[in-house]
Every structure is written in structure tokens, then in C-alpha cells.
T-cell receptor, first 114, second 114 residues
Framework: GENVEQHPSTLSVQEGDSAVIKCTYSDSASNYFPWYKQELGKRPQLIIDIRSNVGEKKDQRIAVTLNKTAKHFSLHITETQPEDSAVYFCAAPSMGGSNYKLTFGKGTLLTVNP | GAVVSQHPSWVICKSGTSVKIECRSLDFQATTMFWYRQFPKQSLMLMATSNEGSKATYEQGVEKDKFLINHASLTLSTLTVTSAHPEDSSFYIC??????????FGQGTRLTVV
């Protein structure tokens, strides 16, 4: 099955700085990599995803990069704001079988200090 | 994105009783739904994969007789925690996969067994 490692587990930045969270995965057949943001007590929200046919995808202040050769992908948040504070999870699918289960990283607690 | 509705949002029950949690995909048909459990400050742990019209597939270590899953239609999956005990107290969250592999989460259910 898929193994997803996520680093760092906690990240504290000053408002306006950039934040980078990295994940590695083990299944070379994986072709879809979503990132989720979870605020305390709420559901994870999909914030950006990338498919393996591209190396980078951007949506305003959020970007994701993918290196399929090295099997890692990263979330980049620029010009961070206090409302970006949350737990961020990366995920990768297990491609065996037909269910495409998502395996999640352990999460990164991002704190943006005003 | 797709909408997944889960209820109840929270429930308190007595030890030994059973609790049913519903997960509905509101604007798409979900042949596959997933049930996760999340402990405080931890990642989402997949419990089982719910397949419409067939038996659920449970992850290793998850008791299928304790966590009953039924996926009777393309828009509804239910998780029943049978004979609940305090150690079953947790945040349970479902997700539904659309045909593009993206996973969307329900609001989650906070179960407290007293």
C-alpha cells in the first residue's frame, strides 16, 4: 500500500512570510495528490490538488509542486495570513484495486503569527 | 466541489448502546465512500471502504462486527458503532469519491460515549 510521510509536523511563521510543507510517497503508480486544510473541529477542505502530468499548479497564494522522479510533492503558501492557521494534510492514492483509497500524511500544524 | 453531508454532527450516548452515523453525497453519485476516525491532533485513519451494493472492506485492526457499514444506495452510507464504549469516543468522518478521484468530506461526527 501507499506510505505518505509529511514534514514538518509543526510550522510557525510570521504574517506575510511563506510556508512550505513537504510530502513523500511510496507508490510510483500514484497520479493524484491533493492537499487538505482542516480547522479545529471542522472537516478537511480540499484546497488544491495536482495530477502527475504536470509539475506545478498555482491558485492565488497557494501552489503545489510535484517531482514524480523523487516521489515528493510540496505545498507552498505565500504572503501568509492569520486565517491560514490550520492543520494541513497531504494525501496520495493507493492505486491497487479499484477503490483509490487516499492515504494521508500525519499533518502539519501551521501557525501564522500576526 | 461536491457536497457531502454527514449527521449527526455530535452525539453523546451511554456505554453499551449503538449509534448510527449517516453520510450522504448530495449532488453526485458515490459508488465508493470511506469512513475515517480521527483522534485529537492526529491524522485521519481509514477504517473501511464502503461499496454500494456490496460488503465493506475493512482496514487491518478494525472490527467489522463493531463498526457496521451499510451502503444501500449511491448516495448514502451509514456507519453504526455497536455496543459503544468510552474508548470508541472519537471524531468520525466520511468522504465520498467522485469519478475524478477527488475526495470530499462530510462535516464529521463527534461521538462521546459516557
Amino acid at each position: 500500500g501507499e506510505n505518505v510521510e509529511q514534514h514538518p509536523s509543526t510550522l510557525s511563521v510570521q504574517e506575510g512570510d511563506s510556508a512550505v510543507i513537504k510530502c513523500t510517497y511510496s507508490d510510483s503508480a500514484s497520479n493524484y495528490f491533493p492537499w487538505y486544510k482542516q480547522e479545529l473541529g471542522k472537516r478537511p477542505q480540499l484546497i488544491i490538488d495536482i495530477r502527475s502530468n504536470v509539475g506545478e499548479k498555482k491558485d492565488q497564494r497557494i501552489a503545489v509542486t510535484l517531482n514524480k522522479t523523487a516521489k515528493h510533492f510540496s505545498l507552498h503558501i505565500t504572503e501568509t495570513q492569520p486565517e491560514d492557521s490550520a492543520v494541513y494534510f497531504c494525501a496520495a492514492p493507493s492505486m491497487g484495486g479499484s477503490n483509490y483509497k487516499l492515504t494521508f500524511g500525519k499533518g502539519t500544524l501551521l501557525t501564522v503569527n500576526p | 466541489g461536491a457536497v457531502v453531508s454527514q449527521h449527526p454532527s455530535w452525539v453523546i450516548c451511554k456505554s453499551g448502546t449503538s449509534v448510527k452515523i449517516e453520510c450522504r453525497s448530495l449532488d453526485f453519485q458515490a459508488t465508493t465512500m470511506f469512513w475515517y476516525r480521527q483522534f485529537p491532533k492526529q491524522s485521519l485513519m481509514l477504517m473501511a471502504t464502503s461499496n454500494e451494493g456490496s460488503k465493506a472492506t475493512y482496514e487491518q485492526g478494525v472490527e467489522k462486527d463493531k463498526f457496521l457499514i451499510n451502503h444501500a444506495s449511491l448516495t448514502l452510507s451509514t456507519l453504526t458503532v455497536t455496543s459503544a464504549h468510552p474508548e470508541d469516543s472519537s471524531f468520525y468522518i466520511c468522504s465520498a469519491r467522485d469519478r475524478h478521484v477527488g475526495a470530499f468530506f462530510g462535516q464529521g461526527t463527534r461521538l462521546t460515549v459516557v
